[in-house]
């Protein structure tokens, strides 16, 4: 008898099979609600990989394209959640297995003996997106017997109201929650105790077990994963790439983001230099690791930590390379990204949003264009790969403020773009706050069973924004301004800056052949913009308008 770790997504960019993925996305419908914008999205995204699929077929495909297409440099790996779980469980003593939620669908007579052998199942909500998303997960796991506990991403909004049959919902670090876990499954699920610090509190038939917080801001205490067990494990000598964290909250606000807000927490701990460097060296040396992908959402801050980093990296003669995220105005400045280049960094992903500097105000990004443009340049001149982020229909946005991200991403040239429609999924984050509702007119459907739910403001709605991405990701593919990262996401990790120009001239191919364009991507997206259109208006009517909103009458002060 053992614990089942369950990670993944329901469907992924690690998808294999055409015929699963439109299985569960089948699935994944019919258990969403108004999932139109959703959809748009999902066909947005779709167009160009089709399109490059095609012309690979009919007109064939450069070295570089192809290479960068058949890339799974790290979609074969386990989430790093997995990882985690595991070292934890090993820490406790308790025996475990783990399977993807892909693999899970993939497999019934596998899913059935893993779930016989289960006495529980660790579910990580992390690259689950919605509730529709989770109950589909949920439906395949809940057997009677087997204690069902949730982490991860959505389990704060899932603290709020637990589906049914989940036993218990684990919100904050899950390296302070597997103790408590472990000690509930030896106690044959009898008595679980909250950590030193956490709470326990009993919501719609589940636990609630919240971990509580490390003492202090420093994350060196936790337990690094090991990535040599989960080798060792499948039968491999090791891991060519390994996912790492050395972070949790950040000290910026955006108004779109809820990382500062993730683990239950609001401060921003991090990893010492030092202790990263050793937790790579020993990738290296015990893992062959040869790329460390970090996955926090902001890396180069504190930029002291950083800079320390990459001085005890070069000390060491660069152990590993390594890619991260990070933010313009960190690599504004060019002796950053130079020691970065030297300490082995390939590869920066930055979240540039917006070319105009009216939507990065909105957005609190803290960052204005000429930033942006400093810190590609500065990339570009010291051969660090580019893959930046950029929102579509933010507070502000109009085709004016589009059209100036068009020509900011013309004069920056990135390696590569994603191009995200302004989601208002994230519960807490600062752009849904009453005051920024009313002073954007942000109306937003409140729908936890799916992705994309509808919202409209002042300057757009999200069925026009949907239409405004797909004809933006066109101009930048025309135009040869940077590659399309949904397209090259396998691969990104073996570009180099002289595959620009063949992977360019394909992508533009791709684009102007127009077959599946006219044949496919005009008709479906225009069915899917008026059912999205309609069923914006009919669940946003009943929102009332935010500057409508009566508030509380402020309380009288108090005199001493
Ligand atoms: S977008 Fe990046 S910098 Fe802004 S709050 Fe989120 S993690 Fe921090």
Redesign the pocket.
Known sequence: MSVLIVTGGLVSAAETSLSGALRKSVLQWRASEAAWLDLKVKVVMAEPIAEAAVERLLGGAPPEAELLMRGRDTLDLPELAEVALATALDKEGLPYEAATVAELFADAPRRAALLARAEAVYLSTTLLRDLGELETVLSLVRRPGIKVVVGGSLGSVLAEDPPPGVDVVAVGYGELLVPALAAWARSGYRALTPPDGGLLTRRAGAWVLRSGLPAGTSLDGLDTPDWAAAARRRGRAGWKVVQYESVRG?P???AF?N??FLFDDTRFRYKSARRIADDWTRYAQTCGTEVVSCLD??FTVPPKRNRELCDILVARGTPVKWLCYA?ADDLADEETVAAMKAAGCVQVQI?LESGDPVVLANMNKRVTPEANLAALENCRKHGLTTVTTLIVGFPGETAATLERTFEHLRHGRPDFHFLATFSTRAAGVPVLEPESRARFGLRAASNPRTTAPYWDHDTMSCAQAGVHARALNRRLALAGTSLNAAVYYGGVLSYRPEMRAPLLAFQKRAAERGVLRRALFDPLNAFVDRRLAADVEAWLSGEPHPRSVSRPAAPEPLHA
């Open positions: 950040c910026y606000r955006c983001c990382y500062p959402s902001l933010r979240g």
